[in-house]
């Protein structure tokens, strides 16, 4: 701390002269700094609350803070116990050489108690409450029977009384002690910490009593100025509140001072219901208070002075800096200031995990740029670094004990190395022997021709299988580095979404609920949390309505023509008694549905087949599409098609790009057997907010839109999944409109019709001749028409989808609100 103030009176030195804003800011926080550090580090605040609860009486006999305060000080800043013991005995000094020798004499007994107390008993703070009672109850007896003989019943039945006291008192400030002795972290208070201070607040007032500047009393002052704060700040629950127990506890100390809990009270109510007119607002309450309930309690004589402490008092509150406001108010729960601090507190910890989701999207990311970084070496230049050292190694083994090696590669080496290479060359295609003449050549060429053919032939093999090894390791490092990439870019989405925090939209929210209120639809509460295009997120409470539906009959048409959107009931949790309210969420519905139908037939009229289809609605507003063919048919077929659609629907669902969820699905079903199997994968994704549409064809037969009379073909030549584990492929892009019907079928049903050779014109023609638009009916009609081409045999899987996209036209027609602004900006 030393340092830290050095450092500062440093700073503050070496600002320029000519900055004076600068140096009375550096100046005000080195201030702060000083007396924060004197008050809470010191410990110079406990020798202030010490010496005034040393002094303070309960009916003018009682002493029952000192024994509590000096117990709880011991138990929670044991290390300033000490400035507690000299500030409690300096202030019970004050008083009389009794009230002294009582507290001096229960904190001597309670240290000497305490190391058994610790000894027998493992939850010693649980206990203090009761050694209290017991160690004031016989230091009170012992003080009266050395100062007076023995006590009576009345003194007996008051240290009973006072005992009592410290029990209550030590358990409320061992909540209050650490609120004003320790920085908290915690930026909020309980109810009962609150009230705890205030008790302990209000015994330290106690202590004043008898304070006199000419003919005001200290305690009024300091009292009305605590609930003029504490009403400020929190408002007049807690203001009242704080007035009832700060005149109660003045009131015990002096019986004269009754009326003061009614004056307190009332200027807390005052206080809080004026606290909108700022600090005047609050301190005008306080004087009104002053003199209703002045005149009201002792008449016409004391109304001066009365109003004179309260005038003294609004003058400390008006003095008081709004820091130090402020700084109260985050503490207590309901206040502008506390709920800023927690937003601050949430927004932080927001801040923190979007942080810590993009650090691992970036390593990722690294991950990701290492597995497909570029060679130092080109492709070009690393086969050579290969073929040369495929050569040497060849050279190795046959020509390091011929005579004429230093000639062949010293003197004629660009021959002879050209001769190895047309030889390697014919070897890795398997024609080495038909080329007589190349053999001739280097038979005439070379001493060892024929050992070095077949070292050549040899070898090529292991050659071939090492660089087939290389380009398999190449393929799966970007495979992974594609999949690192995805997996980065959705953490990055996420990150980013996470930081978007919830906008204030008091206005709108404002006209929303006076609007159904003039319409007569009762509401709770509403809370709008996002009014973007096309993501509007609105939630409200309101009374049971028996089922009749007025979420979706009344307040989704009204807020349609508020917002000037069409919103729709998204969720809605009913109230679970008949008095309750229910919960429910409001949003925008999409430019465009998907209206499905589905036909289907196993080979053979069976009951399993080798095809699979699934509709997923994507979390974005999107609408997948996808039929997957496993190669032949039956269970295992099925079973290799569900596969494929199972993966594509969770990789999908995650975010991840369609291409990057098709690759790994073809590297998972690739890799995962040796066996040669493999399925088709035909995948629509359509944007409900625009009908654009992208088609992914793996090894699947044409789509087709029909469009009125016109009927167009989706089609690209992919290979299917899971043959090859590195595939390109294509992917279509088309704008679909309203009323368009997009049919996709697997290749049982294309390729079905006997006796066409034209599958393609076969299928438009059958398409265009639709006399309907009902997807279900088109499905049932094509699938029907090609059995009949069989004659009523079914020779392979078969499966049908047709996708009408509609206009989403609401259910419900909008509800004009002509009083109220469309969605204030």
Known sequence: MERIESRLINQISEVPLNNTPAIFS?????????????????????????????????????????????VSVYMMRREKAGLAFIALVAGSLTVSFETALF?????????????????????????????????????????????????????????????????????????SIPLLTMQKYKQSLRSEEIISLVILLASMLTGTIGWQLSDLSAEYILSRYLVLLFAFVAGTTVGSTVGVVTGLILSLANVDNLYEMGLLAFAGLLGGLLKEGKKIGAAFGMLVATLLIGLYGNGKMDVVPTILESCVAT?????????????????????????????????????????????????????????????????????????????????????QTCFRKEQCWSQQF??????????????????????????????????????????????????????KLRKQIQESRKLVAEQLMGVSQVMEDFAKEIQRERENHYLQEEQIFHALQEFGIEVGHVDIYSLEKGNIDIEMSIPYCEGRGECEKLIAPMLSDILDETIVVKREECAAYPNGYCRVAFGSTKAFVVETGVAFAAKGGGFVSGDSYSMIELGAGKYAIAISDGMGNGERAHNESNETLRLLQKILQTGIDETVAIKSINSILSLRTTDEIFSTLDLAIIDLQNAATKFLKIGSIPSFVKRGNK????????????????????????????????????????????????????????????????????????????????????????TVIVAKIKHNTPKWATIPAYMYAKKAQ
Not at 49 to 56: T, V
Not at 143 to 152: D, R
Not at 741 to 767: A, C
């Open 103 to 175: 507290v001096l004499g229960g904190m001597v007994s309670f240290l000497l108690l305490y190391p058994f107390i610790k000894k027998f008993f493992d939850e010693s703070l649980k206990t203090l409450p009761v050694v209290v009672f017991c160690l004031s109850f016989s230091t009170k007896l012992a003080v009266i029977y050395l100062l007076s003989g023995t006590p009576t019943m009345y003194e007996n039945i008051m240290a009973l009384i006072e005992a009592g006291l410290g029990f209550v008192l030590t358990l409320i400030f061992l909540q």
């Open 414 to 467: 660009d021959t002879t190395y050209d001769y190895m290479k047309q030889i390697m060359t014919e070897a890795e295609t398997g024609n080495l022997m038909q080329n007589h003449k190349l053999l001739r050549e280097w038979d005439r060429y070379c001493m060892k021709a024929k050992k070095m053919v077949e070292v050549m032939e040899k070898d090529v093999a292991i050659y071939q299988a090492n660089q």
């Open 315 to 399: 003058l400390l509150f008006l003095l008081t800096p709004s820091s130090l406001i402020e700084k109260v108010a985050k503490y207590v729960p309901g206040t502008v200031e506390y709920m800023n601090e927690q937003q601050q507190y949430v927004r932080k910890v927001r801040d923190v995990t979007a942080q810590r989701v993009s650090q691992f999207s970036r390593v990722f990311q690294a991950l990701a740029n290492s597995f497909s970084s570029d060679r130092l070496l080109s492709d070009h230049e690393y086969s050579e670094k290969e073929v040369d050292y495929f050569l040497s190694n060849i050279a190795e083994k046959t020509c």
């Open 26 to 70: 550096r100046w005000t926080k080195h201030l702060k700094l000083r007396l924060g550090h004197l008050f809470i580090h010191k410990g110079f605040l406990l020798l202030v609350i010490g010496f005034l609860l040393g002094r303070a009486l309960i009916l003018s006999k009682l002493i029952p803070f000192a024994l509590p305060f000096f």
């Open 711 to 798: 009927v167009i073909k989706i089609e690209s030549s992919n290979l299917p999944i899971g043959i090859i584990k590195e595939f390109e492929f294509e992917m279509v892009s088309e704008q679909l409109k309203a009323g368009d019907l997009l049919i996709m079928m697997s290749d049982g049903v294309f390729e079905g019709p006997s006796h066409v050779e034209n599958h393609e014109l076969w299928m438009k023609r059958k398409i265009t001749e639709l006399q309907t638009n009902d997807p279900q009916e088109v499905a049932d009609l094509i699938m029907e028409e090609v059995i009949r081409t069989r004659s009523g045999k079914i020779e392979d899987d078969m």
